[in-house]
């Protein structure tokens, strides 16, 4: 258990409205990163953050927005959600101090768009 | 780009048999690990198995082990005495400068 809780776990929302997905960790990790998994597709990167106030772009940023204002917490934002955006989101981190590379995941949260 | 490639969508084993997942990879990085990950009906993203690709000594946790071959860039999964249990979808992962994924195998274990 990698200490990681995600929120909230399904969300069901109409097209154009905004959305919002927290990711929290209880263990001070300075890496955190947000996927979201399609079918064919397995995981791929939106965002991700190397610090409080310090993030970028993955693979498929487009449509999305991150924030880390405390090293906790690791927003997900939907402006205005489209259908396309109907995926499983899973946020991850990356402990420190190990130089394995290695991720560990939450739970993941199931968004459907309608 | 790194790019990770899981040519075997579905594959099936006998419960107690083996069974070899394929995963074959390719990236620019000199130094990087490689992953296998389980994600069982309940979604979570387990972790079942890292491979330093520095080390040649293939790496083995209980009944999973894999077979890394570098210079082919290859990175398959063998589970010994599969259970049921084991029947999950499992995706190969590369890290480098990113996590980069497969798409997936979906293993079933037939009693």
């Known amino acids: 258990d990698a200490g990681i809780t995600q929120s909230p776990r399904h969300k069901v929302t109409e097209t154009g409205t905004p959305v919002t997905l927290r990711c929290h960790q209880t263990e001070n990790h300075r890496y955190m990163y947000w996927y979201r998994q399609d079918p064919g597709h397995g995981l791929r990167l939106i965002h991700y953050s190397y610090?409080?106030?310090?993030?970028?772009?993955?693979?498929?940023?487009?449509?999305?927005?991150?924030?880390?204002?405390?090293t906790e917490d690791f927003l997900l934002t939907l402006e205005s959600a489209t259908s396309s955006q109907t995926s499983v989101y899973f946020c991850a981190i990356r402990p420190t101090g190990v130089?394995?590379?290695t991720q560990y995941f939450g739970p993941g949260t199931r968004l459907t768009v309608l | 780009a790194q790019t990770v490639t899981q040519s075997q969508p579905e594959m099936s084993v006998q419960?107690?048999?083996?069974?070899?997942?394929?995963?074959?990879?390719?990236?620019?990085?000199?130094?990087y690990y490689l992953f296998w990950y389980k994600q069982p009906p309940s979604r979570q993203m387990i972790l079942v198995i890292r491979q330093e690709a520095y080390k040649q000594q293939n790496a083995t946790e209980n009944?999973?082990?894999v077979n890394f071959q570098k210079a082919a860039k290859s990175f398959s999964l063998k589970i010994s005495d599969s259970q049921l249990g084991d029947a999950a979808m499992y995706f190969c992962a590369a890290s480098g400068s990113r996590l980069t994924f497969g798409e997936g195998t979906q293993l079933t274990v037939n009693p």
Request: hydrophobic share 15%; with cysteine.
């Open chain 1, 51 to 70: 610090g409080v106030k310090d993030t970028d772009k993955g693979e498929v940023s487009d449509g999305y927005s991150v924030s880390r204002s405390k």
């Open chain 2, 63 to 65: 009944r999973f082990s």
């Open chain 2, 15 to 31: 419960e107690a048999e083996t069974v070899t997942l394929s995963c074959t990879y390719d990236t620019s990085e000199s130094d």
């Open chain 1, 99 to 101: 130089t394995t590379d």
